[in-house]
């Protein structure tokens, strides 16, 4: 049974904020703009399952956990799971990542200039 993600056991493991401009080939693909390619990494560092389903992101960038698939609500331990800007741009740039999954796509975009993001 997971537990509920809280400070001692979710973080934000990385912000790709400011990802390069789009190549000719991601261009002509469609995928115009830098914020395509941002994304957020989460990494359970806690002991247990957790569960993602009642988190959100509600500065800097929005996006309810509760909207993705169940199947994705909980992240093991030590597992990374993705929210990106863009999931068809992510995937054409980064292609699919083996063992990381990706939970959906926020709205808005990451500052480059730096801002608050907040995860409850």
């Given at each position: 049974m997971p537990v509920p993600a809280g400070a001692a056991n979710l973080v934000i493991s990385e912000l790709h904020y400011a990802p390069s401009a789009p190549t000719t080939d991601e261009a002509a693909a469609g995928f115009t703009a830098g914020s395509d390619f941002e994304f957020v990494e989460l990494l359970n560092v806690g002991p247990q399952n957790v569960d993602l389903?009642?988190?959100?992101?509600?500065?800097?960038?929005?996006?309810?956990?509760?909207?993705?698939?169940?199947?994705?609500?909980?992240?093991?331990?030590?597992?990374?799971?993705?929210?990106?800007g863009n999931e068809a741009a992510f995937?054409?740039?980064?292609?699919?990542?083996?063992?990381?999954?990706?939970?959906?796509?926020?709205?808005?975009?990451?500052?480059?200039?730096?801002?608050?993001?907040?995860?409850?």
């Amino acid at each position: 049974m997971p537990v509920p993600a809280g400070a001692a056991n979710l973080v934000i493991s990385e912000l790709h904020y400011a990802p390069s401009a789009p190549t000719t080939d991601e261009a002509a693909a469609g995928f115009t703009a830098g914020s395509d390619f941002e994304f957020v990494e989460l990494l359970n560092v806690g002991p247990q399952n957790v569960d993602l389903g009642n988190c959100r992101f509600v500065e800097g960038i929005t996006y309810a956990f509760g909207s993705a698939d169940p199947v994705s609500l909980a992240l093991a331990p030590g597992e990374r799971a993705l929210v990106v800007g863009n999931e068809a741009a992510f995937e054409f740039r980064y292609g699919i990542l083996s063992g990381v999954r990706i939970l959906g796509q926020f709205g808005g975009n990451l500052s480059n200039e730096g801002e608050t993001v907040t995860l409850l």
